[in-house]
């Protein structure tokens, strides 16, 4: 099984910056793309940035510009810096993470999610 621990989320001003982290840990063979999602109440959850092992990534067109993605593969951590944040970021963020625990045996695995508000 693969667990993801994730910190960074809080409460900050429109215009701020926060900074989420999300390292993995347990019976992993490799991991082909990390990323985060974020999800609204009554919402379907969507993807806000993601990135391969190559370092190939994707971002939601609402994010472009100003939220970047990097990832330590030596360490299984995926970083989300937010910069210039609205009110409409708020949401609970989950990371994510495409893995294998042995070759070929690959899986989807989620975090608990880490609240995220933006004030006006």
């Known amino acids: 099984q693969v667990q993801l621990e994730e910190s960074g989320g809080g409460l900050v001003q429109a215009g701020g910056s926060l900074r989420l982290s999300c390292a993995a840990s347990?019976?992993?063979?490799?991991?082909?793309?990390m990323g985060w999602y974020r999800q609204a109440p009554g919402k379907q959850r969507e993807l806000v940035a993601r990135?391969?092992?190559?370092?190939?990534?994707n971002f939601a067109y609402s994010v472009k510009g100003r939220f970047t993605i990097s990832r330590d593969n030596a360490k299984n951590t995926v970083y989300l810096q937010m910069n210039s944040l609205k009110p409409e970021d708020t949401d609970v963020y989950y990371c994510?993470?495409?893995?294998?625990?042995?070759?070929?045996?690959?899986?989807?695995?989620w975090g608990q999610g880490t609240q995220v508000t933006v004030s006006s």
């Open positions: 994510y993470a495409d893995a294998e625990v042995l070759p070929g045996i690959r899986g989807d695995y």
């Open positions: 347990g019976s992993i063979f490799s991991i082909n793309a």
């Open positions: 990135v391969t092992s190559g370092g190939s990534t």
